[in-house]
């Protein structure tokens, strides 16, 4: 068997399904025998950062890495991008790059650079392979580290001779481990902390999303009536209409929900990545009385030195939770500050749902409206920019991973090549990406893509005509900011150019019945919105400075 076959054949075993990339010469190989493959389908895109963007939310929305691919030098630069997103925001992927012969990899040769030396940073490992026997290894090795908590990014380089040469080895066979649990004693301990306090707290992070970890979240919360401020990345970890969930946190440094997490003495993490929100933003005098609920250890920081660290899986450690409830009864909290909170913030985000304008729209009113026409498992797609901030606090959720929200690397170009993924991933739903006008250009080719496999997602721009949070962020340190205007393109031109629906509102009793057009159009629909950026000194003024990084 030829090596490109044996590598194809393994993906397969794995139960790899898409890879998404633009190939190049020196993968040639692979790509013939990938054209063979009746289980893995190869979905082209324009630009190399695209496919990996449409693999890290493959591998968000389904738990279960999908390959990105690109070819030596330049196509493997133009992955890293994504590549980084997805490893920082803990989504498992699998990296292919081609490389040049292995004859010529000593010496200065054309396009040739250290590619796995460049992938290491921003993977969980990084490998060539230098042997065709080598391969079944590589792939099962790659494949269990990008599943394994946290999730992450593998990268696999093959040189073009290597893939042409012959092998006898066969794929290896898949098998899977359960994860390490936490001991009795140290989830006795966390317990008796949590019997101990009156005003607990939960800031939930990327690792509730996983679904078995929030249904016993959920369990936990109705049983205690704890309340749960979620991070970015950990919305719809319990349902925005239960009485517990206290919305999001990260960003103005006095916001609303800020007030439940100043109140508590007793902080409980739970799947917490400081990569999102880090502890020196709540927990600035290094006093307060912290449980780590995690995968892994905590990650040493002088603001996040938890008492008690509960190491293991995160849903059965909060089964073992659940349990020790039930055996013990009903646990003495005093709830009136997170009541409080959550009552003042849903007024916050009902605040403009009347509100009726032209021109430019305010945020608030788009995103009120967005939740009413997106359903329960309906799939939002955030890019990064001002527009991020505000889909980030009113934008709530009922169910996990239904709120896409790049929030380690915060990479823009996120969410047109990411909805074209979610579309493949769920057919069935209704995808939206919000983006905008600058993120929304950056990947602007895989318009193209979206046609192509007459993708049904909605991509909304919020355009200000502007890097608008470099904008927002300078205004608040400075009193003013630099040049950061620039020009766009006639929207509804672009969308037809591309094949598109387009539709320009700028009317806020014009935003549902287009939505709801828009979602019935086939293929790709572009919804362009100019924007009342107005809004964002006026949030600052009232909750101070953003706290959450770009």
Not at 66 to 74: D, E, S, W
Not at 224 to 229: L, N, Y
Not at 522 to 542: C, M
């Amino acid at each position: 068997m030829k090596a490109s076959d044996l590598f194809v054949k393994c993906l397969e075993t794995e139960g790899i399904e898409y890879i998404f990339g633009v190939p190049g010469e020196e993968n040639a190989d692979f790509m013939i025998s990938l054209e063979k493959s009746e289980q893995i389908k190869f979905i082209l895109t324009r630009h190399e950062q695209g496919a990996a963007f449409m693999a890290e939310v493959y591998g968000r929305l389904t738990g279960n890495p999908a390959g990105c691919l690109g070819t030596l030098g330049p196509g493997a630069t133009n992955l890293i991008t994504g590549v980084a997103d997805s490893n920082m925001d803990r989504s498992p992927m699998l990296v292919l790059t081609g490389q040049g012969a292995s004859t010529r990899l000593h010496k200065e040769s054309h396009q040739v650079m250290d590619v796995v030396a460049m992938f290491e940073p921003v993977t969980k490992w990084a490998q060539t392979i230098w042997h065709p026997d080598n391969i079944p290894e590589i792939v099962r090795k790659a494949v269990r580290l990008a599943r394994t908590e946290k999730p992450g990014a593998c990268h696999i380089e093959l040189p073009e001779d290597i893939a042409k040469r012959d092998t006898e080895e066969k794929p290896m066979t898949v098998r899977r481990f359960r994860r390490p649990v936490a001991a009795d004693k140290i989830v006795d301990q966390a317990f008796a902390k949590i019997q101990q306090a009156r005003h607990p707290i939960i800031i939930a992070g990327n690792g509730c999303i996983r679904k078995r970890a929030s249904k016993q979240l959920r369990d936990l919360c109705e049983k205690t009536g704890i309340g749960v401020i979620s991070t970015f990345m950990a919305k719809g970890c319990v349902d925005m209409d239960a009485d517990y969930c206290l919305y999001t946190i990260g960003l103005q440094a006095r916001d609303v929900v800020a007030c439940a997490l100043d109140a508590a003495d007793l902080v409980i993490t739970i799947g917490y990545d400081m990569v999102e929100y880090h502890p020196q933003l709540w927990n600035k005098d290094s006093d307060k009385e912290i449980v780590h609920i995690d995968f892994l250890p905590c990650e040493i920081d002088s603001h996040y030195h938890p008492q008690t660290e509960v190491v293991g899986d995160l849903a059965h450690t909060l089964w073992m939770l659940n349990e020790r409830i039930d055996a013990h009864g009903g646990l003495d909290f005093d709830l009136q500050q997170q009541a409080a909170t959550r009552r003042d913030m849903g007024a916050e985000l009902a605040f403009y749902k009347d509100d009726d304008s032209s021109g430019k729209l305010k945020p608030q009113k788009i995103l009120w409206d967005v939740r009413q026409v997106m359903g329960p498992n309906d799939i939002l797609l955030s890019d990064v920019g001002a527009h991020k901030m505000w889909i980030a606090r009113h934008y709530q959720c009922h169910e996990p991973n239904t709120c896409l929200i790049p929030n380690g690397f915060c990479s823009m170009g996120f969410a047109l090549p990411g909805a074209i993924a979610a579309s493949i991933v769920y057919p069935e739903r209704r995808i939206l990406a919000i983006c905008g006008d600058a993120g929304f250009m950056m990947n602007v080719q895989e318009m193209e893509t979206a046609r192509r496999y007459n993708a049904n997602i909605v991509v909304m721009v919020w355009e200000d005509n502007e890097y608008g949070l470099i904008a927002w962020k300078q205004q608040n340190e400075f009193g003013r900011h630099t040049d950061l205007g620039f020009n766009n393109p006639d929207w509804n031109q672009l969308a037809d150019a591309f094949g598109w629906q387009g539709h320009v509102v700028d009317k806020t009793s014009g935003l549902v019945p287009t939505l709801e057009s828009a979602f019935i159009e086939d293929g790709p629909s572009l919804v362009v919105i100019p924007i009342d950026y107005a809004e964002n000194i006026k949030l600052t003024e009232r909750l101070g400075n953003i706290c959450c990084p770009i």
